[in-house]
Nanobody, 124 residues
Framework: VQLQASGGGLVQAGGSLRLSCAVSGRTANINHMAWFRQAPGQEREFVAA???????YYTDSVKGRFTISRDNAKNTAYLQMDSLNPEDTAVYYC???????????????????WGQGTLVTVSS
């Protein structure tokens, strides 16, 4: 299974970006997926997750600003990011869990496959 994240870039505070995560390889369907981020000098943190059935989960700092979604027909997950602020600057990683494993949406250890990351920079 390979994950390819894209859509990062430079945006001014208050702006928007949409990240995409395309899944390829031996997958019949997309399982639970998530976005994490890592800012310079900081640990990786959970951003948002979407279950196979479409339930969504967000960290408090992005609630109301970010929206995670998926298109199973395209094997792709998305992260729509609105009202961006400089604190959102980070490398964003998408991740997918294997089928039928135990899953806690906010825990990085719940995911088995990771994309390469895409850089989001928000200028003030």
């Amino acid at each position: 299974v390979q994950l390819q994240a894209s859509g990062g870039g430079l945006v001014q505070a208050g702006g928007s970006l949409r990240l995409s995560c395309a899944v390829s390889g031996r997958t019949a369907n997309i399982n639970h997926m998530a976005w994490f981020r890592q800012a310079p000098g900081q640990e990786r943190e959970f951003v948002a997750a979407i279950s196979r059935s479409g339930s969504t989960y967000y960290t408090d700092s992005v609630k109301g600003r970010f929206t995670i979604s998926r298109d199973n027909a395209k094997n792709t997950a998305y992260l729509q990011m609105d009202s961006l602020n400089p604190e959102d600057t980070a490398v964003y990683y998408c991740a997918q869990a294997r089928l039928f494993r135990s899953w806690s949406p906010e825990k990085g250890t719940s995911y088995d496959y990771w994309g390469q990351g895409t850089l989001v920079t928000v200028s003030s």
